[in-house]
């Protein structure tokens, strides 16, 4: 899946470490997401779309 | 200001689990050197004794079993895919391993230790921790 996380992080100034401590997950996992290396379960993309106020939709996208 | 508050919630866990090992291996190191002095001192005991110390070191193992279990329910779905994948080649690398040394024994080649098995296992978790950090990166 294509994703736009890097943007949307980018633009409100935080690091890949500022938005795993709002997900609880690691730096790593951030990462992995922001360079399409792994597709987060169903539970985190809403927890990202809610983060970011929108809807899952329009974070990720299907290839 | 956040990211020093991720990176002390991370080394928190790290250091959680660091504790929690340590105090198990610890443990364990501390049972087997009292078993194998009492086991040295006791080589005239009847069986059922000598067996006992003999798997005393377990009790702690337990507690080191214990730990890592809790570690991995502290980690997010992404680590956890990748033990799991670590795992799944440590397990299938060691059966290959395991049955590919067994049927040479047929052959004559000599019996090995049961202790054989984890010093196959634990390289490989670790090998294929190191393939799957590097499939998600």
Known sequence: MKNS???LRAQRGWSQTDLAERLNVSRQTVNAIENERYDPSLPLAFQIAKLFDCAIEAI???D | MM???A???SSSRSRQYLKELGGAMLAYAVVLLASI???NRHAD???PWRDLAALSPMLPAVAVLWAIMRQMRRLDELQRRVQFEALAFAFAGTALLSFGYG???GL???RLSMFAVWGAMAPLWVLGLLIAVRRYR
């Open chain 1, 60 to 62: 990720f996208s299907a």
């Open chain 2, 103 to 105: 049927f040479l024994e």
């Open chain 2, 3 to 5: 990211t020093l508050n």
């Open chain 2, 45 to 47: 005991l009847a069986s």
């Open chain 2, 37 to 39: 002095s009492w086991l």
């Open chain 1, 5 to 7: 996380l890097r943007e």
């Open chain 2, 108 to 110: 004559g080649y000599p």
């Open chain 2, 7 to 9: 990176k002390s919630a």
